[in-house]
């Protein structure tokens, strides 16, 4: 698979309230069933999900900010949201 072949493939991204992407996974049929988990998990938190490229999670993809990502003096070990887990990019 060549370099762009990869970018265009779908994917589905979660995206806290702050506007920051939190979760991220390519759209495979073989993944169908772990998608569906980490999408349901995206919404629990009250998330939106929406369905990208991964391109798109390539450019826009970050560490979080200040809301979705305290600093590490605030932010208890293994604190993190389920769907941050998840990101087999
Ligand atoms: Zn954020």
């Known amino acids: ?16 309230p702050c506007g920051c992407i939190r979760m991220a996974t390519i759209d495979e049929p073989h993944r ?3 998608n ?8 629990r938190l009250g998330w939106t999900v929406e369905r990208v490229t991964a391109g798109y999670v390539r450019e826009h993809w970050g560490p979080g900010c200040e809301q979705c990502n305290p600093p590490p003096k605030k932010r208890a070990k293994k604190a993190s949201p389920a769907a941050q887990e998840a990101l087999p990019l």
């Open 36 to 43: 569906a988990k980490e999408i349901a998990a995206v919404l």
């Open 1 to 16: 698979m060549t370099e762009e072949e990869r970018a265009a493939m779908p994917a589905y991204i979660g995206r806290a």
């Open 32 to 34: 169908a069933k772990e």
